[in-house]
């Protein structure tokens, strides 16, 4: 790299740090703003080695100053960027379109249909982050259905119900009521007689491949035209559990000659051996396909807007001939593309990573490496800010991918305010998974010629919260990455300036001038002696290392944020260690 492009990356580093650091109300951090600096400027990209360490000291320098230097300073390099920050809002913006012909309604019904067969991944927080938005904007109602009517390929767990909804209230969300398809076989059951009783449903035992070779062909299935009482007979017959799996189905009677052969004559029950885990629907063998078991519930349900994939168009397609039989009114539809979700390795398949818990890869649901919600929130990470990412997402058709720095950068507008700040230095590193090469080591240093202890803040933009007391007599430790070379200076953070004789620290009359005007480092540390063990859970792996004394104190399921390493949720205080959750940057 030259001195030219150096200059260059000092210049948007510093610029995007005062304006990370003023936005946020915080020490701006190397992993918030590495991204976007990368992003906004390819030609710094085949230098991606070096640029970290041309970064670093700048952002130390920043969260040096004060609010108004940084004010200043950012108002000389860019001062369009101060603008942005003083703009106030217009009133709301409006980030999700309008219902589809919501004034035709008394009152907006929508739905969340979960299938209980473990915790959500992350992509599914979406149906309930914009349902329930649509919900709050529209003073209406949205309910979840259990889709549970299918016992054995994707077999309920008994405890994911309550799961899923704990984790809707996480979002922030409360449904108006909640159903379990599962106690609602009679339902349907009277359904599907009323159906064969308007002739629109026939009873059909020809083998899988048969009926679709007929299908395929537009040739009618020779069971299509049984009498009303046969298909009745044997419908109730399948009710009884008098049919194996497979020997029977219930079809609705379609047009066999539909350009979609999807559409032709689609199965609505079928036998299924398995018992259901719910004792409450354990006796049954006759279950409803999901889309006859869907569309009656909206209509019953009084459901007047539906959201689903894309994938699924067929589905209303399918439903629309039940509802032409019963005549009733259609809900509206939305369709949209799936959400990606960056930042993981672990695919966003409930199955998959069911599979890779049970294989012990996993270490549960809520492992740091897996892309669920139970982890995200063991991470401190709140429901609002993945609601809100996830509503800005909007509703297009198309595939859409949603960043989880956006998700970061809205939670630490959330918890940054509350957070206490904390020293940890890291001093080993434990890969989890693969692609793993952090690792860290700490080093102590004894300190002379300076206070006993240090007193930073509790928190830097509040200073009613006072200060914390770390002691210094035994020395410090730091990061080795962090050590001077000999007859060099740091700035040991909340303590002061001191200079590295090669064995020990030396304190230095010297105000923070050296920091702003020298390019000295700022550097976080805790005391050698009276120190905190720390496991830090991460997605890449366990960090272990050292915190202030005062971490001791701080309160399970607290929100801090490490300095110089970024925000953690507190999860507990063993006798040997206490463990974190690392949150984000």
Partial sequence: MDDELRERVRREAETAALFNALKHGSDAQVGAIMGPLMGENPDFRPHGDEIPGVVAPVIENVNAMDRDEKRERLAELAPERVEELDAEDEGEDQVLPDLPNADDYDEIRMRCAPNPNGPWHIGHARMPAVIGTYAEEYDGEFVVRFDDTDPETKRPLLWAYDEILEEIEYLGFEPAEVYRASDRLETYYEHARDLIDLGGAYTCSCPGEEFSELKNDAEPCPHREKDVETVREEFEAMVDGEYDSGEMVLRVKTDIEHKNPALRDWVAFRIIDTPHPREEAEQYRCWPMLDFQSGVDDHLTGVTHIVRGIDLQDSAKRQQFVYDYFGWEYPEVIHWGHVQVDAYDVSMSTSTIRELIDDGELDGWDDPRAPTLPSVQRRGIRGEAIVDAMVELGTSTSNVDLAMSSVYSNNRDLVDDDAPRQFFVRDGFDPRGSGAEESFAAVE?????????????????????????????????????????????????????????????????????????????????APADDNVAVRLRTPEGDVTGYAEPGFADVDPDTVVQFVRVGFARCDRHDDAESVAYYAHP
Avoid: C, M, N, Q
């Avoid at 909340?494 to 620290?505: C, L, S, T």
């Fill in 445 to 525: 240093v004894p300190v002379e010629g300076g206070p006993d202890s240090a007193h930073p803040p509790v928190h830097p933009e509040h200073e009613d919260r006072g200060e914390r007391s770390i002691p210094v007599e035994g020395g410090v430790v730091i990061e080795e990455g962090d050590l001077p070379t000999d007859g060099e200076r740091v700035w040991l953070k909340g303590y002061g300036p001191v200079r590295y004789d090669g064995e020990r620290f030396e304190f230095l009359d010297a105000d923070i001038d050296i920091v702003r005007e020298e390019d000295v480092d700022v550097v976080h540390w």
